[in-house]
């Protein structure tokens, strides 16, 4: 494991130097984001010697725990492993507070990370990245940014993370809404008071889901507008004691190797059985025993074939629709929150912290938009067809433009000044979900077609291979690395071969194939084969002299 200590050397540009034979740059890599995924590859440059400068939009690090400060936030991982494993030091000195960071904290930890590395220094902050143009005279990225700069460096590194451009429906009306509205994905900084207030919430996907029980408690009313149920699983949350986190650090080396070989990046296990395997007693009492233990455990410790078999997944997901009829006292309530429509685990399920307990209070009303969707948004309240229903305040739950959004609003141009929207007129095209053809040096940290799974331990997959692709370059004397478009399109058909030995296709709607988002084509987005395999699949590439990639 390394350590911070090498990154105290400093990363300042090279403005007006020539180094190691190449052109002039301001800096050998420009990083985008200072989120997770923009602080890990700081850390990974430093490690390399290269200078950097991260430019980032918002005032602080955080990324998405800069801007989703709903009520309610928090992680939906496991505080021990929606972490850093890159410094011992870190995980000595940093105590995480409940099972569940909320927003405040996960945000701490990555001010905490930033200043324990001394990384501000190299980010700009309040700066968003207009565009980006390769010059293939000088092999280099030119970066326009919103403090009308233009930067050069010789790598550039997207780290703009998967959920960063919040979506919200065009309603018409909105304009004339008399009264206050809200983004999840935006949410301000001062604190939003619902007391006494009538609240409409529109969504009911992870960001609903936390933020629904929390408004409830001080609203006079409040009003869901569902359109596709989800499986809410129970999250468990708890505070953290000392015991518990003497024990994860005593066994971090353990709790990462596990990590990195879990299919979605946690420290899990294999059920090692499949639902045909047990009686029907054997099953409940497993279902129930995982229910109750909280997290994403029930989903992968209790059966391995919930994923890969429709008929298992069934059985699981009817034991869930109990769960709801049984905790939920309304039936015709109840009967509206069960999911019918896709297989438990297509959608991304929430976890809940007494998310369908919520409806069991006389203030919350669930209004199913499934077959009469919301129409408009009037002076005061939200339209279903002629039915009005009265609102102080309206939160839009309504999810990101995911994955591939935040980097099509920059302006990317690569070879031939052919634009990363053109290119992926039809969704990404990407080798590894790391790399383009047609743009060399640019490199994405948990772009598309890279795995959905705990995401601090794949962007730490993604930047140790693209800090060993740098490695290589340099120790190569090599200008350019970029995938041939025959790697794109095999990867391109090995997402559609790993999604289709799953029930996830299943799901018309959903995000991972960005169904959500109106004229937005539908292809798969991410690598569901299992984050472990797909380290492995990088790494191999990488081993075989970075097959599949042109160096030159
Ligand atoms: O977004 P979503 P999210 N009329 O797209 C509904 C991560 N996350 O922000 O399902 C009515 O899931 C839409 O309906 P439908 C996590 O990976 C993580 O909640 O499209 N409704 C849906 O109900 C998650 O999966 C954490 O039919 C409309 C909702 O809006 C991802 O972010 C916490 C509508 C959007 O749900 C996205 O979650 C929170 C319309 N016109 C989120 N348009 C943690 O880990 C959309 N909807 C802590």
Known sequence: MSTVASAESSTQGNVGKQTRGQPEVDFDAIVIGAGFGGLRMLHELRELGMSARVIEAASDVGGTWYYNRYPGARTDSEAWVYA????????????????????????????????????????????????????????????DTSDGRTHTCSYLVTATGPLSTPYKPDFPGIDDFAGEWYLTGNWPKEPVSFTGKRVAVIGTGATAVQAIPLIAQTAAEVTVFQRTPNYVLPARN???????????????????????????????????????????????????????????????????????????????????????????????????????????????????????????????????????????????????????????????????????????????????????????????????????????????????????????????????????????????????????????????????????QTVLPRAAGSWFMGGNIPGKPRVVLFYFGGAGAYRDECNAAADRGFEGFSIS
């Open 84 to 143: 850093f494993s890159f410094s011992k030091e870190i995980q000595d000195t940093w105590d995480w507070s409940e099972r569940y960071p909320g927003q405040a904290e996960a945000r701490a930890y990555l001010q905490y990370v930033a200043d324990f590395c001394d990384m501000r220094r190299d980010i700009q902050f309040d700066t968003r990245v207009r565009s980006a143009r390769y010059d293939e005279q000088t092999k280099t990225w030119r970066v």
């Open 238 to 500: 708890a505070p953290l004691t000392d015991y518990e986190r003497e024990a994860y650090r005593a066994n971090y080396d353990t709790i990462w190797e596990k990590t990195r070989r879990h299919f979605f990046a946690f420290d899990f296990e294999a059920a090692g059985r499949n639902v045909a395997d047990v009686d029907e007693a054997e099953r409940r009492r497993i279902l129930e025993r995982y229910w109750e233990t909280g997290t994403f455990r029930f989903l992968f410790e209790t059966f391995d074939d919930i994923f890969t078999d429709e008929q298992a997944n069934e059985v699981v997901a009817e034991f869930v629709r109990e769960k709801i009829r049984a905790i939920v006292e309304d039936p015709a309530t109840a009967e509206l929150l069960c999911p019918k429509d896709h297989p438990l685990g297509a959608k991304r399920p929430p976890l809940g912290h007494f998310y369908y307990e919520t409806y069991n209070r006389d203030n919350v009303q669930l209004i199913s938009v499934r077959d009469n969707p919301i129409t408009a948004i009037s002076r005061d309240g939200v339209m279903v067809g002629e039915t009005e229903y009265p609102a102080d305040i309206i939160v839009f739950a309504t999810g990101f433009d995911a994955v591939t959004g935040t980097l099509k609003q920059m302006d990317i141009r690569g070879r031939g000044g052919v634009s990363l929207n053109e290119h992926w007129a039809a969704g990404p095209q990407t080798y590894l979900g790391i790399c383009s053809d047609g743009f060399p040096n640019l490199f994405m940290v948990g772009g598309p077609q890279s795995p959905f799974a705990n995401i601090p331990v794949v962007i730490d997959g993604c930047v140790e291979w693209i800090g060993r692709a740098l490695g290589h370059l340099r120790d190569g004397r090599h200008r350019t690395i970029e995938p041939t478009p025959q790697a794109v399109a095999a990867w391109r058909d090995h997402m559609d071969d790993l999604v289709n």
